[in-house]
């Protein structure tokens, strides 16, 4: 099982960029998805969206919601993550990950998998 980011890069406040996340030897469709990044200089992760495997329900942080939207492409395989109206704070590295159990998609510890990260700057 792999997880590989990619589509991070620099972007001005207000921009906007898109994530993907791309798996191999597993299929998205029957697992949970969360999103979760890592500020400079910050120890711990915070979570900031999800993706329900029954239902498709999404989740989201009330940092980014309304800013930020998580998506997936069952024929490719892939989950991205819509983000829009870019802020400062929103500078971090950012994962996704899977998992097989329903909470994967609320709390990022309990998915199975994780990718490298992918890096994330606004700035002016």
């Known amino acids: 099982v792999q997880l590989m980011e990619s589509g991070g890069g620099s972007a001005q406040p207000g921009g906007s960029l898109r994530l993907s996340c791309a798996a191999s030897?597993?299929?998205?469709?029957?697992?949970?998805v969360s999103w979760a990044r890592q500020a400079p200089g910050e120890t711990g992760l915070e979570w900031v969206s999800?993706?329900?495997?029954?239902?498709?329900?999404?989740y989201y942080a009330d940092s980014v919601k309304g800013r930020l939207t998580i998506s997936r492409d069952n024929t490719k395989n892939m989950v991205y993550l819509q983000m829009e109206n870019l802020k400062p704070e929103d500078t971090a590295q950012y994962y996704c990950?899977?998992?097989?159990?329903?909470?994967?998609?609320?709390?990022?510890?309990?998915?199975?998998?994780w990718g490298q990260g992918t890096q994330v700057t606004v700035s002016s």
């Open positions: 990950a899977t998992g097989i159990k329903e909470m994967c998609a609320m709390v990022f510890t309990l998915c199975d998998y």
């Open positions: 030897g597993f299929t998205f469709e029957n697992h949970a």
């Open positions: 999800g993706f329900s495997s029954i239902g498709g329900d999404t």
